[in-house]
């Protein structure tokens, strides 16, 4: 079976500019992670969605960050404009909250490395 | 004071030892715990579950104190491929978990 899938694996640009991360959570799991992580901070909870609706955004940086999931099968992470601390290694995870799915057990992707020049 | 709070190490042992890595957390409404596993520029994977009677998976131990909220992983005769950072995290409510900073383990040869 697939794993969750993120794209890009790897995203370089300019302060200033519009950055669009997309993952793919795994078939059949109701909830979705955007975490990002640095070296300085760990691994940090961004925004959280339960059978694509958001249900906890507190960990959003800032009005610069926005994240949809317009269907079960895919979410976008925007930041806008992008500037040189929003580099980081951002992850998308995904679970399901069936019994005898591994209830509630994260799944991650690959991750999307950033950097902001 | 953080939610979740490891040891970051590093931790250098030889091939063979023992070693346990320990973990507080501060919120004593949490609900679950785990050891997620972490090689150098990859996902986090889990690696396993903590249950309150404490539970083993082959070399791997995991412990979980709710009284004095402490969790602890005890790796029996290490690997080369145990070399990884482990980060001990704890559900709080339902979906959310909460991840510690992370321990690094390098097995030496």
């Known amino acids: 079976d697939a794993g969750v899938i993120q794209s890009p694996r790897h995203e370089v640009t300019e302060m200033g500019q519009e950055v669009t991360l997309r993952c793919k959570p795994i078939s059949g799991h109701n909830s979705l992670f955007w975490y990002r992580q640095t070296m300085m901070r760990g691994l940090e909870l961004l925004i959280y969605f339960n059978n694509n609706v958001p249900i906890d955004d507190s960990g959003m940086p800032e009005d610069r960050f926005s994240a949809k999931m317009p269907n079960a099968s895919f979410s976008t992470l925007k930041i806008q404009p992008s500037e040189p601390r929003d580099s980081a290694v951002y992850f998308c995870?995904?679970?399901?909250?069936?019994?005898?799915?591994?209830?509630?057990?994260?799944?991650f992707g690959p991750g999307t490395r950033l950097t902001v020049l | 004071r953080k939610e979740v709070e490891q040891d970051p190490g590093p931790f250098n042992v030889p091939e063979g030892a023992t070693v346990a890595f320990n973990c507080t957390y501060s919120?004593?409404?949490?609900?679950?715990f785990f050891w997620y596993r972490q090689d150098c520029r990859k996902e986090p994977k889990l690696l396993m579950s903590?249950?309150?009677s404490g539970n083993e998976d082959g070399r791997f131990t995991a412990q979980l104190n709710r009284a004095s909220q402490y969790i602890s992983l005890l790796i029996r005769d290490s690997k080369l491929s145990d070399s990884a950072t482990y980060l001990c995290v704890v559900r709080s409510s339902a979906r959310q978990l909460t991840f510690g900073s992370g321990t690094q383990l390098t097995v030496l040869p």
């Open positions: 995870a995904s679970s399901s909250s069936k019994i005898g799915q591994g209830r509630d057990t994260q799944y």
């Open positions: 903590v249950y309150s």
């Open positions: 919120n004593s409404a949490s609900q679950s």
